[in-house]
């Protein structure tokens, strides 16, 4: 099992960056493909990007593609989002998660941090 806590978060304003982190428990981290969901109010939860076990594959929404970079250190069993140039429809609840399949949405990742909330103001 894995926990998982996001920190990072915060109120931006357009065209800002921000990084976010995840710290993972336990011993098996490079076990598992890590991904960043997003949820903004009154929408699905949905994925912004997700990295492989040992981070030779990534893959981005097309939405945040050439702005977002997803990372990992298996050696501090954290993942990162650095996330450059927001947007007002960057704004949501981010959540890490963990899983095994790379380009899976929500249903392929069996654990979940709390989440952190990005705000960008324009």
């Known amino acids: 099992q894995v926990q998982l806590i996001e920190s990072g978060g915060g109120l931006v304003q357009a065209g800002d960056s921000l990084r976010l982190s995840c710290a993972a428990s336990g011993r098996t981290f490079s076990s598992y493909v890590m991904g960043w969901f997003r949820q903004a109010p009154g929408k699905e939860r949905e994925i912004v990007t997700g990295i492989s076990r040992y981070g030779g594959s990534t893959y981005y929404a097309d939405s945040v593609k050439d702005r977002f970079t997803i990372s990992r250190d298996n050696a501090k069993n954290t993942v990162y989002l650095q996330m450059n140039t927001l947007k007002p429809d960057d704004t949501g609840v981010y959540y890490c998660?963990?899983?095994?399949?790379?380009?899976?949405?929500?249903?392929?990742?069996?654990?979940w941090g709390q989440g952190t909330q990005v705000t960008v103001s324009s």
């Open positions: 998660a963990a899983g095994s399949t790379l380009r899976a949405g929500a249903a392929g990742y069996d654990y």
